[in-house]
């Protein structure tokens, strides 16, 4: 699967390598943390064989794509400009947008910012909302683990997680999948501020998941000995400058059809109790809201042929 037809476009002043495959209508997808373009793989040929052009990138920050050095870089009107700038680069005036974790933070954001040329958005794992201040610290959690704030100060996670990219990477994907100890995620809220984050993911189990192969882990291994960490913890430390830098998303509505889909087990969904009233209420078009059952973060990994079937379904239904 690694084995694929990649282009290096220019968009927004980065180079993004990006998969580009198939004819027809073009589909974005969109990775998030701690990931690349390879959480598609078994997305790619069946969204191709419906008909559809693919563009799959590694986003700025990850893999063979640019890294740019400072954090600004990476705040979120950049992150937009470059999704909607791939589809100018390959001679599209419009396009659907598929993202996941912070790829669906991007990718509602983009549906967003550019409306007239995103003309159908899907969002995987994290329900609509625009993050504050308060996601980086919660009210009342200042002497918590929280592992956003523990992202803000550059140089720390990236030593960390850089350590042992192999151990890093799949304690990360066990601790958000549906094979984790129930709560998981949510009890690093039980361990002090000045812990570590690998402390509280823990070891994973020494035989790897049937959603994780070996090789598809070595894969991700060579694919953060390119990019480091830095660029995708990034990501993070923009978050408390975000809203400010997209006043007019405040209150905006969605006009474009839309849906969502997480798993049912999603770390995605224990940010905001109420997300499904919250997100229902933010579109003109939200065509359905699925949970894929005893998948956790990593949906398309964990259960591929349930979202490949729900992408395919909001696909048609355009």
């Not at 308060?134 to 100060?153: A, H, I, K, L, T």
């Not at 770390?267 to 065509?287: I, K, M, N, T, Y």
Request: net charge negative.
């Amino acid at each position: 699967m690694a084995e694929r037809h990649f282009e290096m476009i220019e968009t927004n002043g980065v180079r993004l390598r990006t998969v580009v495959e198939g004819d027809g209508p073009l589909v974005i997808l969109l990775h998030g943390f701690p990931q690349c373009w390879y959480l598609w793989r078994h997305q790619i040929d069946p969204i191709i064989a419906a008909g559809y052009r693919v563009a799959v990138p590694d986003q700025r920050g990850y893999g063979a794509s640019s890294c740019p050095p400072h954090i600004s870089d990476y705040n979120i009107r950049e992150l937009t400009a470059d999704v909607n700038g791939i589809a100018s680069a390959l001679g599209y005036d419009e396009y659907f947008l598929i993202g996941h974790d912070w790829g669906c933070i991007v990718a509602w954001n983009t549906a967003l910012m550019y409306e007239q040329t995103c003309k159908a958005v899907m969002g995987l794992s994290i329900p609509f909302w625009r993050f504050g201040p308060e996601s980086v610290n919660p009210p009342g959690m200042d002497d918590q683990f929280w592992y956003v704030r523990y992202f803000q100060e550059p140089g720390i996670a990236e030593a960390e997680l850089e350590q042992d990219l192999r151990r890093s990477l799949y304690g990360v994907y066990h601790w958000g999948s549906g094979d984790a100890p129930e709560n998981a995620f949510i009890r690093q809220l039980e361990h002090p501020r000045s812990a570590a984050l690998l402390d509280i993911v823990g070891e994973p189990p020494a035989q790897q998941p049937a959603w994780l192969s070996v090789e598809e882990l070595d894969y991700y291994v060579q694919e953060y000995e390119l990019s480091g960490f830095r660029g995708p913890i990034n990501w993070y430390r923009n978050i408390p400058t975000n809203n400010d830098l997209t006043p007019e998303l405040a209150g905006k509505r969605f006009t474009q059809s839309a849906a969502f889909i997480a798993g049912s087990k999603d770390v995605g969904l224990q940010f905001d109790p109420g997300w499904r009233e919250h997100l229902s209420g933010a579109f003109d078009d939200l065509r359905f809201i699925e949970l894929i059952d005893g998948a956790g973060h990593w949906l398309q990994m964990e259960k591929p042929r349930a979202t490949t079937d729900h992408i395919l379904r909001f696909l048609a239904s355009l």
